[in-house]
């Protein structure tokens, strides 16, 4: 029972902070002849999940860059509204499997477990959308899902075509947020 009640402990306090739902991950598959090299550079977000890594800043970029070891540095940068402060993080991702050049894993902390990181769509030149989600012992399910996009914003009429793609997918919009990209 203690233990039981410790799982129950352990998935309340992952939803409250994360977007969790209950279930299985939705099936989704991910770009095929996906090219690493066209999506390297600066993508601005857009929408997200909820995450507790990602609480309250604004102006959120990401860049993508290769390694000489064939892996992606990551270095996301965001601006906390209330102190002006920037922030910082390195992550580190790679293609775990080129036979699907599209999943990739990543992570920001040395000595963690890399993260899936699945580039559902982009065409490189102004957006891209991402999902990750991870079952939690065949009755929930943890995601994250972003679109990014080359600008600081995107047009309402694309905005509602990329929402359709994740709706195709049986992914529920209804838990992405606005990132702000104002004044930056």
Known sequence: ???????????????????????????????????????????????????????????IVANYSLTPENHIRVKNTGIDPKSGNRSIAFGDAFQSDLNSPAKLKIRFAANTPYGNYWVLKTDYTSYTLIYSCTDILGISHLEFAWILSRQRSLPQAKIDELFNVFKGFRIDTGHFIKCDQTGC
């Open 1 to 59: 029972m203690l233990r039981q009640g410790l799982l129950l402990a352990a998935i309340v306090a992952l939803a409250s902070a994360q977007t969790f739902s209950f279930g299985h991950c939705p099936t989704t598959h991910t770009m095929e002849n996906f090219d690493l090299n066209s999506y390297i550079g600066d993508w601005y977000e857009l929408y997200k999940f909820p995450a507790s890594f990602e609480t309250g800043e604004k102006c």
